[in-house]
């Protein structure tokens, strides 16, 4: 899942950054509005983190030049600025929900969860989980289990494999390209060996079993949108 993170402070930012990865997301940073204000047009963001008090563009005008375009990200607002009116006018200007500063990171990794469900709508939408029968993801406690003849067996992954797999369970039957997962699970300032996309998928079969992920030869990989497909 990426993020995209805008935010001038050097140590929230970094708090923040640690965190998520941490959780397995890829967090694009961005210090400088100005800087930002094109990142959505070059990657599919899943959620944006902004503060309102930026150098080069302030977070409200960001804000408003992207609804502007149409952008439909969800946009949680990251600031200092408590007061109501403060409150009013982001959520006007298209904001999705606010966060106050300082917060804890469960806290925040919780907002993102919930503007995702509304974001994404439909049942589905309201579990904090994915499965389509043989492999089950928790989104809060990112744990993986397998189906097996005595039930459901959990599995140790790591992060990288979590959001592999996490990107390929949200569209089950949809084959999904090297460039599409790698734009999933890095970030810019991530180094990606040319067969790396290769190895994860490598490693999750020898976890979760070699029939779980579907090769489809010269596009991409998939899984079965249920455990009959």
């Known amino acids: 899942m990426r993020i995209l993170l805008v935010e001038d402070d050097k140590m929230i930012g970094q708090a923040v950054l640690d ?30 983190l902004l503060d309102l ?35 009013v006018s982001g959520l006007d200007k298209g904001a999705d929900d606010y966060v106050v500063k300082p917060f804890e990171l469960a806290e925040l990794t919780a907002r993102i969860r919930a503007v995702l469900r509304r974001s994404q709508g439909g049942d589905a939408a309201l ?6 029968g043989l492999i089950t993801l928790d989104l809060v406690t990112h744990e993986a289990q397998v189906k097996t003849e005595e039930g459901f067996t959990k599995v140790e992954l790591t992060s990288r494999e979590f959001a592999l797999l996490q990107a390929l369970m949200q569209r089950p039957g949809a ?9 999933r699970i890095y970030s810019y300032d991530d180094e990606i060996e040319s067969n790396a996309v290769e ?14 992920i579907k090769n489809v030869r010269g596009v991409g990989w998939k899984v079965a949108k249920n455990e009959a497909s």
């Not at 190895?199 to 779980?212: F, N, Q, V, W």
């Open 127 to 132: 579990s904090s989980e994915l499965t389509n």
């Open 199 to 212: 190895y994860i998928i490598h490693t999750l079969r020898r976890k979760i079993g070699s029939a779980a």
């Open 19 to 48: 965190g998520l990865n941490r959780q397995s997301y890829a967090v694009d940073w961005f210090r400088d509005g100005s800087e930002a204000l094109y990142a959505p047009e070059d990657v599919t963001y899943d959620c944006i």
């Open 175 to 183: 084959v999904l390209s090297r460039e599409a997962l790698e734009e």
């Open 53 to 87: 008090g930026l150098p080069g563009m302030d977070g409200v005008s960001l804000l408003s030049a992207w609804r502007r375009k149409k952008l439909k990200t969800p946009v949680i607002i990251l600031t200092a600025r408590d007061g109501i009116d403060d409150r």
